[in-house]
């Protein structure tokens, strides 16, 4: 809290440092690959991959037109939609399975050069989705689930997380009576989550540093899932460390009347305690990074970085800088500034060894 510029700086550039990496993320689908190396599935799929055909040929993707029948009369109909299926980028061929000759619907088979479950994959159904029908289609197949999986999710996304952050700046400020605390949580959260999926991204996507958390198969993409269970997990556990911080830091600033003495003190008093919380969940987490399913390991390594960042760096540096910086203004609120005016703060005298002594304190 001295040098407050000196801490604050390096450690928000080295934050965003570590989050670059997931600017590039690329989400997928699990498949066999999630399995150790030498598990005789992934063996068989490795095997299938490299010696058989394209990936697109074990689990192609499938167009179904429920309403236009599979018949002599519709066959023209059919040759020119395959035709035009046949000249979307990513396709290999389109066949018709000869055994459903004459049924009440159609069923095209669609081989591509992606690997099933890749991003690849999705962005070809999606296209295949816009190729002009006889009729309604319907596209399925791995590249079909994940581009409706990235749907949902991505149509939820925004209201979710506008809900999370009107709650937390809403909760976090009838605690303390500060707008400023509450979207200094806010950021602070960010930035630790950010940091905490641009090493994933680096780890599971691009295969670096995999002889520190254990070998896996590297499939240049992340599932689409484990994002949002890592965030709501571990925003909910660094949440709850800024509320010890922050409740503890508000009580002594309402005593004293000083926001240096009040972090301080409010540090000292809740660090040991969200330390000591952080270090049993990382070891817990540890137990999951030891697993050699890959979705398991980085459920483990994600949740213990996160955790171990915002306990360390976060709690322990970040924060008391920016409130060092931000000073009288940490507890800016129209609601503080009325019960001030009707009810002087009762401050006692602070603390003389946590009290700074520069002119620019005292004034």
């Known amino acids: ?35 150790p190396p030498q598990a005789p599935a992934a063996q068989a799929g490795q095997q299938l991959r490299q010696d058989f055909d394209t990936g697109g040929g074990i689990a192609p993707t499938t167009v179904v037109l429920p309403e236009t029948p599979m018949n002599s009369a519709s066959l023209p109909v059919l040759n020119d939609y395959a035709r035009r299926l046949a000249q979307v980028s990513g396709v290999v061929r389109v066949d018709a399975p000869a055994h459903l000759r004459d049924s009440a619907f159609s069923h095209l088979v669609v081989t591509t050069a992606y690997e099933p479950y890749s991003l690849e994959n999705s962005d070809l159904a999606d296209r295949l989705r816009q190729v002009r029908a006889p009729g309604p289609v319907l596209i399925g197949g791995p590249g079909g689930n994940l581009a409706d999986t990235r749907q949902s999710i991505g149509d939820v996304l925004p209201t979710a997380l506008t809900v999370i952050a009107l709650a937390t700046l809403a909760l976090i400020t009838a605690l303390t009576g500060s707008v400023v605390l509450a979207v200094k949580a806010l950021l602070m959260n960010a930035l630790s989550l950010t940091a905490t999926f641009g090493v994933l991204v680096h780890v599971f996507q691009d295969g670096h540093l995999r002889w520190l958390v254990g070998d896996f198969t590297v499939t240049g993409s992340i599932d689409i899932l484990m994002p949002s269970m890592i965030f709501c997990v571990a925003f909910g556990l660094s949440m709850d460390y800024e509320i010890f911080l922050l409740s503890r830091i508000t009580e002594e600033h309402r005593h004293t009347g000083d ?50 960042l915002d306990a360390t760096v976060i709690r322990a540096l970040l924060v008391p800088a920016v409130m060092r910086l931000a000073g009288h203004a940490n507890w800016w609120s129209p609601t503080v ?25 005292r004034t």
Do not use: C, N, W, Y
């Open 1 to 35: 809290m001295r040098r407050p510029v000196r801490v604050a700086v390096p450690v928000v550039v080295l934050l965003l440092i570590l989050g670059i990496p997931f600017t590039g993320v690329r989400f997928a689908t699990l498949d066999d690959r999630v399995l």
């Open 259 to 308: 926001t240096v003495t009040a972090v301080a003190r409010g540090l000292q008093h809740t660090g040991r305690l969200f330390t000591s919380a952080a270090v049993i969940f990382a070891v817990v987490m540890a137990a999951l990074a030891s697993s050699s399913l890959a979705p398991l390991k980085m459920i483990g390594v994600g949740l213990a970085l996160a955790v171990l």
């Open 337 to 361: 500034r009325r019960t001030r005016r009707a009810r002087p703060d009762r401050a006692g005298p602070p603390v003389p060894s946590l009290t700074a002594t520069s002119p620019e304190d």
